[in-house]
Nanobody, 122 residues
Framework: QVQLVESGGGLVQAGGSLRLSCAASGRTFSTLAMGWFRQAAGKEREVVAAINWHGGNTYYARSVKGRFTISRDNAKNTVYLQMNSLKPEDTAVYYC???????????????WGQGTQVTVSS
């Protein structure tokens, strides 16, 4: 089992920045693929970014590419999502996810956090 706890969400004005963190426990973090997803009100959950077990491969949704950066610190069992140039359409609940496959995983994650709200005001 893997437990994931997100933090760092909040209210920010358009153009601002936030950094989300996701602390993992319960399994060797350095073997896990990690991802960030989001779900806006009335919409389906979508993948935002993903990173493989050693951090060498990353994926970004087209809507966030160039603005968001996913990274991980295996020594701290933590994955981050740096979000810059935020837009109102980035408003959503953001979820951290982990998968035992370890590679660059875009769907079918094994473990999920509880989510953290990000609200971007115009």
């Amino acid at each position: 089992q893997v437990q994931l706890v997100e933090s760092g969400g909040g209210l920010v004005q358009a153009g601002g920045s936030l950094r989300l963190s996701c602390a993992a426990s319960g399994r060797t973090f350095s073997t896990l693929a990690m991802g960030w997803f989001r779900q806006a009100a009335g919409k389906e959950r979508e993948v935002v970014a993903a990173i493989n077990w050693h951090g060498g491969n990353t994926y970004y949704a087209r809507s966030v590419k160039g603005r968001f950066t996913i990274s991980r610190d295996n020594a701290k069992n933590t994955v981050y999502l740096q979000m810059n140039s935020l837009k109102p359409e980035d408003t959503a609940v953001y979820y951290c996810a982990a998968d035992s496959r370890g590679g660059l995983v875009l769907s079918g994650y094994d473990y999920w956090g509880q989510g953290t709200q990000v609200t971007v005001s115009s």
